[in-house]
């Protein structure tokens, strides 16, 4: 345990207090019992040619794996009506999400859109359609036009202008689906408080990343919706040696102080189970463990919730589990069925049949 020694006190005194007690021989989480309220499917939106496959899984897979809540990525793969340059032709119109939310409602399944904010404006050489009829929201316009040596394009988080548009597609996003969640992304965000930025340039990265989640989580409550996002800008991954993808290494861990605390944090781990879901309960966050295609992992995230809700009885910050995919849905879907290619897919496929499988256990 000495080797945690760099970390800060809270985190530091987390971890050595949780890794303990499932040291012990005599801690016993609770077994399957422990219904944890959140049994959740995060997919990427399906498009326009999917739409039917689409409904028939979430009414024919969803109940009878157990599922309740799916989290579907759009991104701009949506028609949007307020800014149609911005959306996709190819993506479902709200008509079409309609249908799937009538699905979601007769499976006793609830619907929360997700529209990244901040990062993944781009993947690989392909920039996505914001930046591409903005670019002076570019956080970075001095990177090539393929995007050549960043991961992802991200928006200025201080551009006078960037909110009204993105709140304007969120608001169609979340209307079409009727939500009362937003899941606003926030993952892998490394671009952040760019030294060439006019705006951000010089500034402290961890108040940028807040400033820019008390902006969405303040819209979103003002229409009273519940922001959702991921986790990892908020975990110290130096001090926890998480390292820089599941964790921040870019100075953005101290905004998890400067944030409001009703946000649903969506805690991803894929290589190994860590102890954070602790942590951001300490924080006074509600928590989601989020693994993706690796069963142990998802395994061991489930007893870590299943012993925390346990230890804390009735925590209501303590909500469950949300399996990832990281496939086009159609690939999914094909991947539940034993028609997946050997990709992703079957990975992602059989550990969410593993979970859920353990999550059915009376
Ligand atoms: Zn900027």
Redesign the pocket.
């Known amino acids: 345990m000495k080797k945690h020694c760099v970390l800060p006190p809270l985190f530091g005194a987390v971890l050595f207090t949780v890794s303990s007690a499932f040291a012990g021989e005599n801690h016993k989480p609770a077994e399957g019992g422990a219904m944890l309220p959140i049994r959740g499917l995060h997919c990427f939106a399906p498009h326009k040619p999917e739409a039917a496959a689409c409904e028939k899984f979430i009414r024919e897979v969803l109940p009878k794996e157990g599922v309740n809540h799916l989290v579907l990525e759009f991104n701009y793969n949506f028609a949007f009506k307020s800014h149609p340059a911005l959306g996709s032709a190819n993506g479902l119109d709200a008509q079409a999400v309609k249908q799937l939310l009538k699905a979601c409602r007769e499976s006793g399944v609830k619907l929360i859109p997700q529209f990244n904010c901040l990062g993944h404006q781009s993947w690989a050489a392909t920039t996505s359609a914001l930046l591409k009829q903005h670019p002076e929201f570019d956080?970075t316009p001095h990177v090539p036009a393929d995007n050549k040596g960043i991961y992802c394009r991200e928006w200025?988080?201080?551009?006078p202008e960037i909110h009204a548009v993105v709140f304007a597609l969120m608001d169609e996003l979340a209307d079409a689906c009727e939500a009362d969640a937003v899941h606003c992304g926030m993952d892998e965000v490394f671009l952040?408080?760019?030294p060439k930025?006019?705006?951000?340039?010089g500034k402290d990265k961890a108040e940028?990343f807040a400033g820019e989640v008390k902006k969405l989580h303040d819209h979103l409550a003002s229409k009273k919706r519940v922001m959702w996002m991921w986790g990892d800008r908020f975990l110290d991954g130096k001090a926890t040696k998480i390292g820089k993808w599941e964790a921040s290494e870019n100075g953005t861990h101290p905004a998890i102080d400067l944030v409001p605390k009703d946000i649903v944090i969506c805690d991803w781990h894929y290589d190994k189970a860590p102890e954070t879901p602790r942590y951001f309960l300490a924080k006074g966050f509600s928590v989601v463990a989020c693994p993706w295609k690796n069963e142990s992992v998802a395994l061991g995230q489930l007893k870590i919730m299943r012993a925390l809700a346990a230890e804390q009885g009735g925590n209501k910050a303590l909500l469950g589990m949300l399996q990832t995919t990281w496939v086009p849905f159609a690939r999914f879907e094909k991947a539940y069925v034993g028609e997946g290619e050997s990709s992703d897919g079957p990975g992602a496929a059989k550990c969410f049949k593993a979970l859920f499988a353990e999550m059915r256990k009376p």
Do not use: S
Request: aromatic letters at 0%.
């Open positions: 956080e200025c988080p201080l551009h952040i408080g760019d930025c006019p705006r951000c340039g940028l």
